[in-house]
């Protein structure tokens, strides 16, 4: 047996642990309730249940890591599928850390779907192992991509507790404008992540049905010398085309739903050969995002967030703040090295300058600023509790449009990673 097929076991079984431990984490926080032991002691059990599953999820998950950059040559953190594994795992590395000091059960029950959804996501983008590019031919690849990682699953965890203590102190009962607006912002965080859930489950869905269409669109460039070159791109669809890419043509299409062609066609001001197809995702999310966030509502006949609420009863608010911040302080040092020093270092030997204002490192330098201003208003300023919890929480989408977003939506040097 090959190593890639050894990574390819050990990653479906870190998925499924860390699926297992999830569920363990939660039955020791909710089940505390319902328990006919001492609610302290079934808490303790099952805690200590699932966070031994979890380290052997993040056993095999490195197992993934480590068979998968044998057979590779080099450190599997080159495209999408590799280093959003990565970003799971390290998380999980992050959350062992902060767990072994808080022993929060109510942690693990957050950020154990987080790293879940976070691995799903991995699966969409291709599994092939794939030839560095150039710039990617460096050491600094691996001390680069692996501490801003690292930073970033720290933010992570304090996003995960961010969320929690909005979800403990957020009053679904309270009526007044203040708490009204808290509720609405809160169940819009909730939205968003089922439409990344969503998105997710679109894709295997019609990955399993082999779903497919293309295009053909002429594009026409003038080079230096002013000659007209004109080329017809192919673009693959692996959703149904609700939108189809601008001036193209349907070359092959499969039915869905009654639906034999385009519904719209893409603006001429997006950009891009795929541009269409990535609009198309866009389009395809929302709708199954609120497909799946209306048939929660009508299971739990309330906001998400009211029924989430009574779970963190006797959970003590001040704590979760204090791990919040833990998290992101930790976080933030780490970050700071792998993403703007070492990430500059290895941009000057690659391309002979330390600052280009590619978009990436413009995001990297928003991300680093953002959390920065965090830290300062929480040391200088007393912004702890709610305040503190939406900052590590819009931190968070912050960082991960700098991961995702940029590299696939936003052309750039760093685009290489979105392949």
């Not at 957020?170 to 859930?197: G, M, N, P, S």
């Amino acid at each position: 047996m090959s190593w890639l097929n050894v990574s390819s076991d050990a990653f479906i079984i870190a998925f499924f642990l860390y699926c297992f431990a999830f569920l363990f984490f939660a039955i020791a926080v909710a089940g505390r309730k319902w328990s006919n032991r001492e609610p302290a002691a079934h808490m303790r059990k099952w805690s200590r249940i699932a966070f031994s599953v979890s380290t052997l999820g993040l056993a095999a998950q490195l197992t993934f890591f480590f068979t998968r950059w044998a057979g590779a040559g080099h450190i599997p953190t080159s495209n999408m599928y590799e280093f959003i594994s990565f970003l799971g795992m390290a998380i999980m590395i992050a959350f062992t850390i902060v767990y072994l000091i808080y022993r929060s059960a109510l942690l693990g029950m957050f950020t154990l779907p987080l790293t879940v959804i976070i691995i799903a996501y991995a699966a969409v983008f291709p599994q092939e192992v794939q030839p560095l590019v150039p710039a990617l031919q460096s050491n600094w690849l691996k001390v680069h991509v692996t501490t801003a990682a690292l930073g970033e699953a720290f933010f992570a965890v304090g996003f995960a507790a961010g969320l929690m203590y909005l979800l403990r102190v957020v009053d679904f009962t309270q009526t007044h404008k203040a708490a009204r607006r808290a509720q609405r912002w809160l169940e819009f965080t909730l939205y968003v992540i089922l439409v990344v859930i969503a998105f997710i489950l679109t894709v295997f869905a019609f990955r399993g049905m082999d779903y497919t269409a293309s295009f053909a669109r002429e594009d026409l460039s003038i080079d230096q010398k002013g000659v007209q070159n004109q080329m017809t791109m192919r673009v693959k669809y692996t959703m149904p085309p609700i939108v189809k890419p601008y001036n193209s043509e349907v070359v092959e299409m499969d039915s869905f739903l009654g639906m034999k062609e385009p519904l719209f066609e893409a603006p001429s001001w997006m950009n891009g050969v795929n541009a269409g197809r990535k609009l198309n995702t866009v389009v395809w999310s929302i709708l199954a995002g609120a497909l799946l966030y209306g048939l929660v509502r009508l299971l739990l006949r309330k906001p998400i967030g009211a029924a989430i609420h009574p779970a963190l009863d006797g959970i003590d608010p001040e704590d979760l703040d204090e791990i919040t911040y833990r998290s992101i302080a930790i976080g933030f040092p780490v970050f700071t090295l792998g993403a703007l020093i070492f990430a500059m270092i290895w941009a000057e030997q690659a391309w002979g300058r330390f600052w280009g204002w590619d978009p990436k490192e413009v995001w990297a330098l928003i991300t680093w600023l953002f959390y920065s201003a965090y830290l300062h208003l929480r040391l200088s300023r007393g912004w702890q509790g709610m305040r503190s919890a939406w900052l590590a929480v819009i931190g968070f989408i912050v960082v991960m449009f700098t991961l995702v977003g940029v590299n696939l939506i936003i052309a750039g040097l760093h685009s290489y990673a979105g392949v």
